[in-house]
């Protein structure tokens, strides 16, 4: 079986983990996980590892993701999105564009984000959906996130309500939920998320992206090096640096940058990812035997 990763457009309804399952089942490992969970109602870009290529997605977690989503203003849900209950209305027709879009530049560039109350994140070793669920209040602290960009694409008004289709470049962690929840409440009406669509992770785009049914017909594996060379810097290295390498020794700092740099022999081969700490750069992981 190929190591590398497979770009899937995840369908609706899918959890990142039914994916995960479908590609463990045509890629015939259990070696298959995911970068960078998406909720069963979003749609778009999920990275799958298969086999080896699974050690790089811890790295490619981190990088920055691009979305398109809906927005509907003049209500709150207790999921802030549309897979959850309603628990509060407040009329929006009055919210002008102008005040729309200074809400939206508020929430632009390095934030304080509280995570959503129905999410993943672990309070005192338990999940905060699990004490949700349970009826629980959970006390979930605000943590900076990165948003690059947040456009408006479309205003659409109806009665009491707008709907808000937005395009969003941030970083890892951020939930596009509470930029909706949070907007809502900014603006005095409460908001909540209507649809939204994963457009870009790192450098791997819809464009690459299969769905479950292509992948079912053929199953495109992205090569590791290719993978590396798409995400991270690129490093070649002698014969002699890649034997120590290899056996997980440390090389000079080339000045690539904070993040991991793809390490390639002589040959092409990727040997490995490679973090510069001062003067040395140091093995992330391996990938030759």
Same mark, same amino acid.
């Given at each position: 079986?190929?190591?590398?990763?497979?770009?899937?457009?995840?369908?609706?309804?899918? *959890?990142?983990?039914?994916?995960?399952?479908?590609?463990?089942?045509?890629?015939?490992?259990?070696?298959?996980?995911?970068?960078?969970?998406?909720?069963?109602?979003?749609?778009?870009?999920?990275?799958? %590892?298969? =086999?080896?290529?699974?050690?790089?997605?811890?790295?490619?977690?981190?990088?920055?993701?691009?979305?398109? %989503?809906?927005?509907?203003?003049?209500?709150?849900?207790?999921?802030?999105?549309?897979?959850?209950?309603? *628990?509060?209305?407040?009329?929006?027709?009055?919210? %002008?564009?102008?005040?729309?879009?200074?809400?939206?530049?508020?929430?632009?560039?390095?934030?304080?984000?509280?995570?959503?109350?129905?999410?993943?994140?672990?309070?005192?070793?338990? #999940?905060?959906?699990?004490?949700?669920?349970?009826?629980?209040?959970?006390?979930?602290?605000?943590?900076?996130?990165?948003?690059?960009?947040?456009?408006?694409?479309?205003?659409?008004?109806?009665?009491?309500?707008?709907?808000?289709?937005?395009?969003?470049?941030?970083?890892?962690?951020?939930?596009?939920?509470?930029?909706? #929840?949070?907007?809502?409440?900014?603006?005095?009406?409460?908001?909540?998320?209507?649809?939204?669509?994963? *457009?870009? $992770?790192?450098?791997?785009?819809?464009?690459?992206?299969? *769905?479950? =049914?292509?992948?079912?017909?053929?199953?495109?594996?992205?090569?590791?090096? =290719?993978?590396?060379?798409?995400?991270?810097?690129? #490093?070649?290295?002698?014969?002699?640096?890649? #034997?120590?390498?290899?056996?997980?020794?440390?090389?000079?700092?080339?000045?690539?940058?904070?993040?991991?740099?793809? $390490?390639?022999?002589? =040959?092409?081969?990727?040997?490995?990812? $490679?973090?510069?700490?001062?003067?040395?750069?140091?093995?992330?992981?391996?990938?030759?035997?």
């Amino acid at each position: 079986m190929t190591s590398g990763l497979v770009i899937v457009d995840k369908p609706a309804d899918w *959890t990142s983990h039914d994916v995960v399952g479908k590609l463990r089942r045509l890629a015939r490992t259990r070696r298959v996980g995911h970068a960078g969970t998406l909720d069963p109602m979003a749609t778009g870009v999920l990275v799958v %590892g298969v =086999d080896k290529a699974t050690r790089l997605l811890g790295h490619l977690a981190l990088t920055e993701k691009g979305y398109d %989503g809906t927005i509907r203003l003049g209500q709150s849900t207790n999921t802030d999105d549309a897979e959850g209950e309603i *628990t509060a209305t407040a009329p929006a027709a009055g919210v %002008g564009d102008a005040a729309l879009q200074s809400g939206i530049s508020a929430l632009t560039g390095v934030i304080q984000q509280v995570p959503p109350q129905v999410s993943a994140i672990k309070v005192n070793g338990e #999940r905060a959906y699990k004490m949700a669920r349970k009826g629980e209040e959970v006390e979930l602290k605000p943590r900076p996130v990165t948003i690059h960009d947040f456009s408006v694409l479309e205003i659409r008004r109806h009665d009491d309500l707008i709907d808000v289709d937005v395009s969003i470049t941030c970083s890892s962690g951020t939930y596009i939920r509470a930029l909706a #929840r949070d907007l809502g409440a900014m603006l005095g009406t409460g908001g909540h998320l209507t649809a939204l669509r994963r *457009t870009r $992770v790192g450098p791997y785009d819809l464009g690459m992206a299969r *769905t479950i =049914d292509q992948l079912s017909e053929e199953l495109r594996i992205l090569p590791m090096a =290719d993978a590396v060379a798409a995400a991270f810097p690129r #490093r070649e290295v002698s014969a002699d640096d890649a #034997r120590k390498v290899m056996h997980g020794g440390k090389l000079p700092a080339a000045g690539l940058g904070p993040g991991p740099v793809g $390490v390639f022999a002589p =040959d092409g081969t990727l040997l490995a990812l $490679v973090e510069e700490q001062g003067n040395a750069a140091k093995p992330l992981a391996v990938f030759v035997p």
